[in-house]
């Protein structure tokens, strides 16, 4: 199953307020994007965090799971709490660095 694009409106709204939101359609699944940094995975209509120390306090009671197979564990964020949402993006944006630019092949 994969994630509807209204399940990704909804993401975004909850989120919204916390820079500049757009999402990517990447294999029938979402990134979501702050300031064109890539905080979120959206697979299956479920939110994932990736698991790292900066956001471990406050998703220590978050269930965890796999947003493709052979993935490393994400936290699942509750993403029906938009306070919790903000809070974690508002963490998770400052430390998450820019995509590196990708190189063009040359057209001879």
Not at 52 to 58: F, G, I, S, W, Y
Not at 80 to 89: G, T
């Amino acid at each position: 199953m994969s994630t509807s694009l209204d399940f990704v409106e909804y993401v975004r709204e909850q989120i919204s307020g916390t820079g500049e939101i757009r999402h990517k359609k990447m294999f029938g699944e979402y990134v979501v994007y702050v300031n064109d940094k890539p905080v979120l995975l959206v697979c299956d209509n479920t939110v994932f965090v990736k698991k790292l120390d900066c956001v471990a306090a406050e998703m220590k009671n978050a269930a965890t799971g796999t947003p493709y197979p052979g993935a490393r564990p994400y936290y699942i964020l509750d993403i029906d709490d938009a306070e919790l949402s903000r809070k974690i993006i508002r963490i998770l944006e400052p430390v998450t660095p820019l995509p590196k630019p990708r190189k063009r092949k040359n057209k001879t």
